[in-house]
């Protein structure tokens, strides 16, 4: 089967790969990028533990085909934090404990910050709405609310 | 220094804050590797075939075909199981048949090739000879006389005879007269319960890499709650020495019971021994719903007795609870656990393990007590219902304490069950108002706990910092509390130590991350190992003092003369005496190993608050509270994790999961879409209470809070939905259709 040359750029840096027809954006990173930072839960869009943005949309990289990032900027969990600084909600994720077993962490986090990129007003009910893409299974996800909220309260300076 | 493990009252300094997790950082930048994260050169990739059908023989798999295919490194079967295992393990017949497919999803074959897509082309070429047989998934189904037979010979000499034969198990708990005690009652109350199947539902399916040498020794990585119960299994499955079989937990996601067992790693060791190459093996999530372990399927009926004044005469429960294809559904701990809440002169509970076309189930959180729970906790709110009566008042009325002889028959040590009903019944959430269609109910859940096998090993390293090593799989921030315990005995500060997760053949056997016994068992081995080392550095010390071992004693960290003929010398810190360890005897250690008693059992009361949507029958939960006894609760964040998660699993089983079967005896929803686990937007915050009643078996009072949590929240919900809409509930979930049907009928 003939590979299909990608150029796009991840987390900022230009890459470029080689995949499959078949390989979504998620085995590309995975498999081929070693950027195994971002999850496969469920393979078909219902978990979103694979959030990634695409040109700043929100995106289930098992959704996509690897091909269809020609172009296009993509951003994981690896390029929440800038080098030793985390990103204000990985710390506010911390702080509220608002992870146990982590495994749906980097997809949250992904989401969360497509949120607060967005507003910094959001209402506990938007931040529900928002997440509810993200499935936890061990939180119950109170922390994870007040995480956000939490973010976006410091990042408005209330 | 106290040498005894019961507790002792005292001023904490780490145990009790809320401390950053030391994984924290690794899990929030997607460093952090899980069973799926890890590659080794030459790694093969492994697919399964499964079984299409309920139940079938398998007359004969032909692999010609797919091991002819370029790419296709090594396929195995049964057969190559054949020559190592001890007859009749249903672990390894769960996860490779072996003369009959006995689940839609059964592991029939597996191939190991060089990339996902030929090995996916491999399993379309291997040719299994299926004779279908008839096949039943329903428990009360599979109790008939002329149910189809799944097994001629796994009914045990506990089941009566002449009993069908896919009833394996029967058990009996309790004591007392009930009939005399129904007879006490001025209203007896008796009601038949369903609850269906709900999986585990972790985010990470299972996941493994396997490595098998040509020396016949293997390395394998896994997502498991236990590395050592990995390690025995797959080495008695493949005839291997447990020493040549090196087994390394990786980060876990999630597992809640369902990553107590084998389903893939001893398929992964086989391919890798055949193909000579590392092969990864990492189930699909429709996988792990058709073949991984979900909880049991149950069919109730409970009884109970009550006078007009509230107080429980007698109380009695039959439980069938149908496990899947193999003997071993939890039905034991809900016989032992349903009435566990209550002190009853008269009880008695009956169970029934049975078998059927479904995958094996594995541990589920608490496993079984939440269904027994459901039955109990509704007949009790039915009777106060009927009697008018307040049933928080009922359940402090008969609720067990400190002496109470439980229906399986121990003598409960101290409890917390009366203070966790008190929070309940002073906090806000009980007195606010409701509205129309709004119900509120209340609910007792209690778990056994448990302690079990544990080795846990502490190094003074050179400049004053400890390396912790436990083999216990860290699931939800673990070694955060381990290092807190180990600092607290230690009298240094949290950050100056580091706890990490051994693999085999680092320390001896511990058993697996369930029964909520990490916090406990591990924790107070961890304590001890402390100990021991702290005995160590006063001996170093007396040594550079030159005063005898029993004249140094240990306070806030420092070795200190005390005694009357103690001398005078400054105290030594731990950094101090490492510091200078190479000079009195070489590197300094703690080490500790135990089958650990007195867990404590752990109760909790839950409250909830619902609205129904009369038209869809759509169950909106308004508010939730958890009141729990953590005995002392280490790093209180994340006890109130725990019960926030298993609360919020207990409102998805309550409410929309289940197990959906077809008459084709095939699951219909293996997927996320179809079995649909709360998210953030179907709930409100989860209020929590933590009650602190010490566990004397502990020295810091430690109990486990892991499991308990799910136990109370079925018949809670199902308690507030009857209250709501004026009808009694009796099957779980109570999704939309359902509670339209009520409303209806």
């Known amino acids: 089967m003939s590979q299909i040359h990608v150029t796009t750029k991840i987390n900022g840096d230009e890459t470029e790969f080689l995949c499959g027809p078949e390989e979504t954006l998620l085995d590309v990173l995975r498999d081929h990028l070693g950027m195994t930072g971002t999850k496969e839960g469920c393979g078909t869009g219902d978990c979103g533990a694979c959030s990634v943005t695409v040109d700043g949309r929100l995106v289930c990289s098992c959704l996509m085909l690897g091909a269809e990032a020609e172009g296009h900027e993509i951003g994981t ?7 030793d600084e985390l990103h204000p909600v990985q710390k506010k994720f911390l702080d509220h404990a608002a992870l146990q077993c982590g495994i749906c962490t980097p997809g949250f986090l992904v989401a969360a910050k497509a949120l607060l990129d967005r507003t910094l007003e959001p209402t506990e009910e938007e931040v529900r709405y928002w997440l509810a893409g993200n499935l936890c299974r061990c939180t119950g996800y109170d922390k994870i609310v007040r995480a956000v909220m939490d973010t976006a309260a410091e990042l408005r300076g209330a | 220094m106290a040498l005894d493990d019961r507790f002792h009252n005292r001023d904490f300094k780490v145990v009790g804050n ?73 672990n390894l017949v769960n996860c490779m048949a072996k003369d009959k497919a006995l689940y839609d999803g059964h592991a029939v074959a597996a191939v190991a090739a060089i990339s996902t897509a030929v090995a996916r082309k491999a399993l379309k070429l291997i040719e299994v000879d299926y004779e279908v047989l008839p096949h039943v998934t329903d428990v009360d189904e599979a109790m008939k006389p002329d149910a189809p037979v799944l097994h001629e010979d796994a009914q045990d000499e506990s089941v009566p005879a002449g009993t069908p034969k896919n009833v394996v198990r029967r058990y009996e708990f309790g004591h007392g007269d009930v009939d005399a005690g129904f007879a006490q009652a001025d209203k007896v109350i008796e009601r038949s319960f369903r609850t269906e199947a709900a999986h585990q539902g972790y985010i990470e399916p299972h996941a493994c890499l396997a490595s098998y040498g040509s020396d016949g020794r293997a390395d394998l990585w896994c997502c498991t709650q236990g590395q050592y119960a990995v390690r025995a299994m797959c080495a008695g499955m493949l005839g291997m020495q447990a020493s040549d079989l090196r087994v390394t937990a990786s980060e876990i996601g ?32 429709s996988e792990v719903f058709r073949a991984s372990g979900p909880t049991a399927s149950t069919s109730i009926d409970c009884k109970i007795g009550m006078t007009k004044d ?76 009927e009697l008018g009566l307040d ?35 002073s906090h806000p959430n009980w007195t606010a108002p409701l509205g129309p269609n709004q119900g509120r109910g209340v609910a007792c859940g209690f ?97 550079i003092w030159g005063i005898p071992e029993d004249a140094v004693e240990w306070e806030d960290g420092c070795a200190k003369p005390a ?64 009141a729990q006894d953590a005995g002392k609760a280490v790093n209180p964040d994340y006890v109130e994790g725990q019960f926030q998660g298993g609360a919020v699993q207990g409102i998805g089983w309550s409410l929309n999961e289940e197990y959906i079967y077809g008459e084709d005896g095939r699951l219909q929803n293996a997927g996320f879409l179809d079995y649909r686990i709360p998210v953030a937007s179907d709930l409100p915050m989860i209020d929590t209470v933590i009650v602190e009643v010490p566990n004397p078996g502990h020295p810091y009072g430690v109990r486990g809070v892991g499991e308990t949590s799910i136990v109370p929240p079925l018949a809670a919900i199902s308690n507030a939905v009857s209250h709501a809409i004026g009808k009694r509930m009796t099957q779980i979930p109570m999704s939309p259709p359902r509670i339209v049907e009520a409303l209806e009928g």
Not at chain 2, 69 to 76: D, Y
């Open chain 2, 563 to 626: 005694g009357p003929n103690a001398g005078e010398h400054p105290p030594m810190s731990l950094a101090e005496i490492a510091a200078v360890s190479s000079q009195t005897g070489g590197p300094i250690a703690g080490h500790y190993e135990c089958n650990a008693d007195g867990a404590g059992v752990s109760f909790a009361t839950h409250l909830v608050d619902v609205e129904i949507d009369p038209e869809t029958g759509f169950t909106k939960v308004l508010r939730y509270l958890v």
């Open chain 2, 310 to 385: 509230g107080r429980i005469t007698a109380g009695r429960a039959e439980l069938r609870y149908q496990g899947g294809a193999f003997p071993g559904s939890p039905v034991e701990f809900g016989a032992m656990s349903g009435f566990a809440p209550y002190d009853l002169e008269n009880v008695q509970a009956i169970g029934w393990d049975v078998v059927t076309n479904r995958p094996k189930q594995a541990a589920y959180r608490a496993p079984g007590a939440p269904m027994a729970a459901y039955a109990v906790e509704s007949v009790i709110d039915e009777l106060c219902q």
């Open chain 2, 447 to 543: 778990w056994f706990n448990f302690g079990g096998n544990t080795c846990v090993s502490l190094n003074i390293d050179e400049d004053g910092t400890v390396s912790l090593s436990t083999g216990n799989p860290d699931i939800g921030g673990s070694r955060a509390s381990m290092s807190q315990m180990c600092a607290e005995e230690l009298g240094i500060p949290y950050d100056r130590v580091r706890c990490s997760i051994a693999d085999t053949s680092l320390l001896g056997y511990n058993d697996v991350t369930d029964g909520s016994r990490v916090t406990f068992a591990v924790g107070l081995a961890t304590i001890k190992a402390a100990q021991d080392a702290i005995k160590k550095m006063c001996g170093r010390a007396a040594a």
């Open chain 1, 77 to 83: 969990i690896e390029g929440v934090a800038k080098g």
């Open chain 2, 391 to 425: 049933p928080l008042e009922v359940r402090i009325r008969n609720c067990a304490h400190e002496g109470t002889l439980s229906p399986y028959g121990v003598t409960y040590p101290k409890i917390g069950l009366e203070e966790t009903l008190k929070a309940v019944q």
């Open chain 2, 18 to 90: 809320r401390v950053t997790r030391p994984d924290g950082i690794d899990k929030v930048t997607g460093r952090a590797r899980f069973g799926a994260d890890m590659t080794a050169p030459g790694m093969l990739i492994a697919k399964v075939l499964r079984s299409p059908h309920a139940h079938a023989r398998i007359n004969g798999i032909d692999t010609s075909k797919a091991e002819a295919l370029p790419g296709v490194k090594a396929v195995v079967t049964y057969a190559d199981f054949a020559s190592a295992h001890a007859p009749d393990d249903d």
């Open chain 2, 254 to 285: 999630g597992g809640f019971g369902g990553k107590t067992t084998v389903f893939i790693e001893p398929v992964a060791l086989a391919l890798s021994r055949k193909a000579g190459k590392p092969v990864k093996l990492v189930m699909e999530r």
